[in-house]
């Protein structure tokens, strides 16, 4: 049972390029979430998905698009990669929309973008 | 807006000592508090939630409404508590919160020998 796995772990970008990274869960979740982690901010929330065909945006949306055309995969898109977008971002998943809903987190992808 | 604060970035305590990580929120309602915990080279994980009122790798927290506070407490620290701590609180005043969590900004965890 592998939860959530995120592709890749690594990648360093140039400025203006653009990648996408995959979240995948093998839990039947409906809710999907992607985070971003910086030093002194910790997680803050970029999109999340509360079921497969929809998408919505969280705290900090702005230079990235997501799709959700399965259940089970949840992608984040970087258009135009910036350095500001240097980050490490976590996927993570859970089964309800209730507020003590525990969330399941992937590895992590570190993106350098130079 | 909700917000999240944990105001040390860093504590360092030695082996069997106590450990308080300190954890305050603000928010309008009535909110869902946690405790997520990122060991070295794993992923973040659920640690304990308010509601849940238990004790694991003995840790507790006790929710304090009137401090806004959800402080994280072990007695007798070990070596293996030595992580990242993120306070996190989920909540939508007057709608759905969907899971979303805020977080606040973590605590480095270090335990001596």
């Known amino acids: ?114 | 807006a909700q917000r999240v604060t944990q105001p040390e970035k860093l504590l360092s305590v030695f082996k069997g000592a106590p450990v308080e990580l300190k954890c305050n929120y603000s928010y309008s309602g009535s909110p869902e508090l946690f405790w997520y915990v990122q060991y070295s080279r794993q992923r973040l994980q659920l640690l304990l939630r308010h509601i849940s009122r238990e004790s694991i790798k003995g840790f507790t927290a006790d929710l304090n409404k009137g401090e806004t506070s959800f402080h994280l407490k072990k007695p007798f620290a070990q070596e293996e508590d030595s992580a990242m701590y993120y306070c996190a609180l989920s909540g939508n005043a007057g709608g759905t919160s969907y899971g979303k969590l805020t977080f606040g900004q973590g605590t480095i965890l270090t335990v001596h020998p």
């Open chain 1, 1 to 114: 049972n592998a939860g959530v796995t995120q592709t890749p772990k690594f990648r360093v970008l140039k400025t203006g390029q653009s990648m996408t990274l995959l979240c995948a869960q093998d839990m039947n979740h409906e809710y999907m979430y992607w985070y971003r982690q910086d030093p002194g901010m910790g997680l803050r929330l970029i999109h999340y998905s509360v079921g497969e065909g929809t998408t919505a945006k969280g705290e900090v949306p702005d230079g990235y698009n997501v799709s959700r055309l399965k259940k089970q995969n949840f992608l984040l898109g970087l258009e135009s990669a910036a350095p500001s977008q240097t980050s490490v971002y976590f996927c993570a998943s859970s089964y309800s929309a209730g507020g003590n809903t525990e969330a399941f987190f992937g590895q992590g992808t570190r993106l350098t973008v130079v």
